[in-house]
């Protein structure tokens, strides 16, 4: 049977948005592609899902890198890099038969709070930035195995970038190199072990790479008219509504 008859309008509706949500994370928009992780797994649930979501994300990785790439800190790139591959090899084994419902939850609550943390630190003006080991390797780790369980490594770099007081551009641009690299880390993994990315999987990609694609081109645009100061607002309120849908899901 062809692809498009698998599913419902009302589910391509669905997830045709959170391919949109996805490009426009990519661009640059952060905390918006949290949104598509529930749209995602309403549709294809759970871990299903990240077989169709991660060859997307890896090509709006590409279009990132590709437009911020100078942007790139790349002092940031390596403190977390290493962690993140650790928490993927972990996720990638201890998470194959983990309850997702339940994690996804308990995640959602830790991202949530930690969001009322920042929150607090931006009503207080503080300008300390967390550089330390005990915040960089459990930030590193967690974002790793939430990225393999389903792919909500997003909200913990937002945190850090957050903590870190990074200008947007250098944000978004270090975001990219990060995403792109710990995103096609992942590829074999989900293609071979998990087995999640197949060629009936792809096939539901390539319909939705125009959504990707306006998304992206939507981003772009959005960014480009929000200041430094805008765009941390930004972050904070889209993560802390993603967490929050997540929780009641």
């Known amino acids: 049977m062809d692809v498009i008859h698998l599913y419902s309008l009302t589910e391509w ?6 391919a949109l949500l996805i ?5 640059g928009l952060k905390g ?10 309403i549709v294809f649930g759970g871990k299903s899902s990240t077989g169709i979501v991660l060859p997307l994300l890896c090509v709006a990785d ?39 419902v339940f994690f996804k939850k308990v995640i959602a609550g830790i991202i949530f709070v930690t ?18 080991p005990l ?4 930030t590193g780790l967690a974002a790793g195995f939430t990225t ?45 072990y998990w087995k999640n990315i197949t060629m009936q999987t792809l096939k539901v990609d390539a319909w939705l790479l125009p959504a990707l694609g306006i998304g992206f081109w939507l981003g772009l645009k ?10 941390r607002k930004v972050v904070i309120v889209l993560t802390l509504i993603g967490s929050a849908l997540m929780i009641i899901r």
């Open 222 to 231: 959005i960014v480009g008219k929000i200041n430094d100061d805008q765009f």
């Open 135 to 138: 915040f960089i390797i459990p």
């Open 32 to 41: 918006v592609d949290m949104l598509n992780v529930t749209l995602m797994a």
């Open 148 to 192: 393999m369980m389903g792919n909500l490594a997003g909200a913990f770099a937002n945190l850090y970038f957050l903590a870190m007081r990074v200008s947007k551009n250098d944000f978004i641009g270090t975001g990219a190199w990060i995403f792109l690299f710990m995103n096609l880390f992942k590829l074999p993994f989900q293609v071979f």
């Open 115 to 132: 969001i009322v943390m920042v929150l607090f630190m931006e009503y207080r003006k503080s300008k300390d930035v967390p550089d330390h």
């Open 62 to 100: 590409i279009g990132a890198v590709a437009y911020y790439n100078r942007h790139a800190q790349w002092k940031h790139f390596w403190k977390l890099v290493p962690w993140m591959m650790i928490g993927i090899l972990l996720g990638v084994f201890i998470g194959k038969d983990m309850n997702e």
């Open 13 to 18: 509706l669905l997830v045709m948005l959170a």
């Open 23 to 27: 490009g426009m994370g990519k661009a």
